[in-house]
């Protein structure tokens, strides 16, 4: 069992940056692939970024991509989530995952752990 906890969260201005992190429980960490995901009010949960155990691969939603860099410390069984330039359509609570083996994917449904979120309001 892997328990996930995000912080981070808060209000900001558009244009303005937050660093989202989240702790991960368990010795094995470096063999789980973590994800980000986020969801706004009345809309789906949307893939925003990933990253493979090692921190070697990683990969983005087109809408956030050159904004957000999503990073990993593996001694520190954490995982971070730099995002900048944000805007209004940022919106929305942001919750980490943690899948089981090495490679990332970009569904939901492919995670086996998740945190209870954490909300980022951008105001505009």
């Known amino acids: 069992q892997v328990q996930v906890v995000e912080s981070g969260g808060g209000l900001v201005q558009a244009g303005g940056s937050l660093r989202l992190s989240c702790a991960a429980s368990?010795?094995?960490?470096?063999?789980?692939?973590m994800g980000w995901f986020r969801q706004a009010p009345g809309k789906e949960r949307e893939f925003v970024a990933a990253?493979?155990?090692?921190?070697?691969?990683?990969n983005y939603a087109d809408s956030v991509k050159g904004r957000f860099t999503i990073s990993r410390d593996n001694a520190q069984n954490t995982v971070h989530l730099q995002m900048n330039s944000l805007n209004a359509e940022d919106t929305a609570v942001y919750y980490c995952?943690?899948?089981?083996?090495?490679?990332?994917?970009?569904?939901?449904?492919?995670?086996?752990?998740w945190g209870q979120g954490t909300q980022v309001t951008v105001s505009s």
């Open positions: 995952a943690a899948r089981r083996g090495y490679t990332y994917t970009y569904s939901s449904v492919g995670y086996d752990y």
């Open positions: 368990g010795r094995t960490f470096v063999t789980y692939a």
């Open positions: 990253i493979s155990g090692s921190g070697g691969s990683t």
